[in-house]
């Protein structure tokens, strides 16, 4: 019951960040929802006992990826004026009440008792170091390298056609 209400709360969290990346206007708030569908994905990968595949997925995605987009977005510049006048004087205080009573509805599902079920010692944990290695060397490895290679070809090629040049460009350039 408790992962089922979890998974709603999150996956309606998942769908607004989404929604919110695609159409809003100005480019820092399409981060925020981007980086809002990568916090409730770190939160589904907790609820299926991926801890380790949760906390890379907060660190390096939600932490080093954000920043590195909004780094970007403020380095290209969002200097417009915005109308700051309040449009919808009712959207503040709607957007405190569920916030609290998403809050409220976070804090009453993690004190509730979650059962995870029996678990051998010696087994590795799903979604733990340990598991991650030995899927991704044993079973997964061709494929694995397959897409590190398709990914520096891929760089390469980005990198050849931001270079490349017409004859009649360089004749201008020239």
């Known amino acids: ?8 709360i999150f ?3 998942a769908l607004f960040g989404a929604i919110t990346m695609v159409w809003a206007r100005n480019p820092v708030y399409s981060a925020m929802g981007l980086m809002l569908t990568m916090f409730s994905i770190a939160v589904f990968y907790v609820s ?7 906390a890379v997925q907060v660190i390096i995605y939600a932490g080093a990826v954000m920043t590195l987009f909004l780094f970007v977005i403020m380095l290209i510049g969002v200097d417009k ?6 449009n ?9 009440a569920l916030i609290a009573l998403f809050g409220s509805a976070v804090v009453v599902a993690g004190r509730l008792a979650w059962t995870t079920g029996v678990h051998n010692p010696l087994d590795p944990v799903n979604g733990s170091v340990e598991a991650i290695g030995n899927e991704l060397f044993r079973k997964w490895v061709l494929p694995f390298e397959v897409t590190a290679l398709l990914l520096i070809v891929a760089a390469a090629g980005a990198i050849a056609l ?12 020239a």
């Open 162 to 173: 931001a270079f490349f040049r017409d004859g009649d460009d360089a004749e201008v350039d």
């Open 88 to 96: 919808l004087p009712i959207q503040r205080p709607l957007a405190l």
């Open 81 to 86: 004026a915005e109308d700051r006048s309040e």
């Open 1 to 8: 019951m408790v992962e089922t209400v979890l998974f709603v």
């Open 11 to 13: 996956g309606l969290a």
């Open 48 to 54: 299926n006992s991926a801890h380790f595949v949760a």
